[in-house]
């Protein structure tokens, strides 16, 4: 999923074009295909399958209507433009009108800038400096604005009666816990996708550590305590100050789960312990109320300057390069060059869903290695009617695989 506005309308005070340089971030690289086989792509067995079922259902005008659809006939009569539906109601908006930086909405709504780049996590952090350094930047909103998924907290006789005490009263024992609706406050994970050297560090490539630990630190999950507070005619949502406010970013210390976890191919040549998650795309959440985040194109974050690197048949599956996507962390960070046998195996540790506890800032964030390594753009949950759970995850590479995870 490539999310611009992240970048763009997450951050409106940021530096004007002419102080940075042209920005080259992986939404406009990442478009590659790595995947070689001969086998069916799903756009063609989504096809087969809807022209299968139109034959199926002797469906003479649904086959009409498809035929129409792409040739600009206008096949629905009925249909006045400029009219909203009455399950809608709101004034349509030009699509002229949506091409600048400021959100173009209808006149009966309206938007507020909550969580922008840079801004702290919660009162009395770091405010935004550009560009960050590392240290800030740990503390502060990150970039790329992408996944997220926010948790009610309840306010009755408890500062966080959430997800996780219902589910201390009722443990969830197959059946995915009930929550009434509460728009007041909660507890709101969000992605940070990417963020290329030009908008974060105001440069084309780090020349530091400290600009390498800025650019981690702009990417991964912000936890954040959120409270809509009144106002005339509506709310307007604020972080607070929260002890469940916290940064989950690239150096961040995580574990591993599932049928990979403690496999040869995760560790490293000099033991190190793993670190981080990368490139979060979109996301999930479990009914036992934990968030899931997506590392999607964790490969171009990799690279070295070592002319004898020759990649493995794996990493060419996965897209890995020499130059990755620009970011250039490898030049000062041991752990992202690819030649580096003390960090062997590091690439393997990226690729995975990733579940964070919300409301324990203690917990250590787990990769579930049965859902697979892959370019995760998403992991949507349900529960089925024999108490099973079952994860929906897709890769977002051109000509990859949809896959269906259902436990025992």
Known sequence: MKCLAGSVLGRFRHPTAREIPTVNDNAFTDDMISNNSANQAFADILQARVERRQVLKGGLAVAATSALAGTGIPFAANARPGLPS?????TPVAIADGGGPVPAIAPEYQFDIILPWGDPLEPGGPSYSWPPTAADQAQQLGIGHDGMWFFPVRDAGAARAGWNEAIERNPWRGRALAFGPVNSHGVLCLNHEFGGNGHVLGKAAPQSLDDVRASQHAHGVSVVELRRFPRAGSGQWQ????KL?????VNTPVTFSGPAAGHALLQTGNGNVPLGTVNNCSNGYTPWG???TCEENFHGYFGTEDASWVRTDAQARYGFSSGGFGYGWH???RRFDLADADYRNEEHRFGWVVEIDPFDPTHTPVKRTAL???KHEGATVHVDDHGRVVVYTGDDERFEYIY?????
Do not use: E, M
């Open 245 to 249: 406010a916290r940064r989950v970013h």
């Open 404 to 408: 269906k995870f259902v436990s025992a």
């Open 239 to 242: 972080p607070v100050s929260s």
């Open 331 to 333: 030049r000062f960070d």
């Open 86 to 90: 009455p399950q809608i109601n709101f």
């Open 372 to 374: 697979g390594r892959l």
């Open 290 to 292: 934990t968030y899931l």
